[in-house]
């Protein structure tokens, strides 16, 4: 007795279609991803630069507007640049890394508070720009 199948035989690159769309969707989520690490809700023009910062976990996020009347932003909650380091103490448990994105507009006496009322928390600084076109 001969048995015969009853399956018809598929070409090969169909077989390859579900491995090129997840490879494909990885792709577009890496990507994405990548986008979104360390910016806020908050629009300013970042100044350009050519250096990259440091992979870190978690930051805090002190963000200046500019404009007539600047306003410094922590963690998306609007501070006054004095309220600072006593927030910056609270909330230094959690992780004692902030990342500062001044509008390059603003005086720079504010950025320079911000960064010392950072610095007298005991937090260590970084800068926020944006990489060159």
């Not at 598929?10 to 579900?18: E, H, N, S, T």
């Not at 969707?25 to 690490?37: A, G, K, P, Q, T």
Request: aromatic share 6%; glycine share 6%.
């Amino acid at each position: 007795m001969k048995l015969q199948s009853t399956l018809t035989l598929r070409p090969d690159f169909l077989y390859l279609a579900p491995l090129l769309n997840i490879v494909l969707l990885l792709l577009i989520f890496f990507l994405l991803n990548s986008n979104f690490v360390v910016r806020s809700g908050i629009r300013v023009e970042l100044p350009v630069s050519a250096s990259s910062l440091k992979p870190v976990e978690r930051w805090h996020i002190i963000t200046i507007t500019g404009g007539e009347s600047p306003a410094v932003y922590l963690n998306e909650k609007q501070i006054f640049t004095g309220d600072l380091a006593p927030a910056l103490e609270a909330i230094k448990s959690e992780t004692r890394y902030v990342l500062v994105n001044a509008d390059q507009s603003v005086a720079q006496g504010i950025v320079q508070r911000v960064q010392n009322a950072v610095l007298a928390a005991g937090c260590e600084l970084a800068m926020g720009t944006q990489v060159q076109p």
